[in-house]
């Protein structure tokens, strides 16, 4: 009768620690995802996302690069699809919106934005030096 009461109260003990290490193991697994989430999904979702606003952002006269590496100035868009010309003899191409990879237009335009503020803050930088002396 002892022995039961003996083998009933270590099963109870045993329960709880089992349960214990598998909360134990489940913590790690759980900041193993997380990390992962933040790390690699978060970053593609975001790229993915900017790749979205700029394939919409096209509009006819901008020069566009496709996942291909075809280059040429679109003429004309529709909700899925867009025309551009390409090469000296204007060869005429439908491409789907999913395509483009790069609005060549809209880049070279930021940057010559961001050069333009650059080169202002040099000036106000050089004029403050000379004021100075």
């Known amino acids: 009768m002892n022995f039961t009461l003996l083998a009933e109260s270590t099963t109870t003990a045993g329960d709880t620690s089992a349960s214990g290490s598998l909360i134990g193991m489940m913590i790690p697994m759980v900041l193993i995802i997380v990390f992962f989430w933040i790390i690699m999904i978060r970053p593609q979702k975001k790229k993915e996302q900017a790749a979205a606003q700029m394939r919409q ?4 006269g901008d ?4 996942i291909g590496g075809i280059v040429g100035i679109v003429i004309k868009k529709d909700t899925d699809t867009i025309v551009i010309e390409t090469g000296g003899n204007k060869s005429r191409l439908r491409i789907k919106m999913g395509a483009v990879q790069e609005n060549i237009t809209a880049r070279e335009a930021a940057e010559a934005a961001a050069k333009a503020v650059k080169d202002k803050k040099k000036a106000a930088l050089e004029m403050k030096n000379t004021d100075k002396k």
Do not use: N
């Not at 952002?57 to 006819?60: A, E, F, H, R, W």
């Not at 020069?63 to 496709?66: D, F, G, N, P, Y």
């Open 57 to 60: 952002s096209v509009q006819i």
């Open 63 to 66: 020069e566009i690069s496709t």
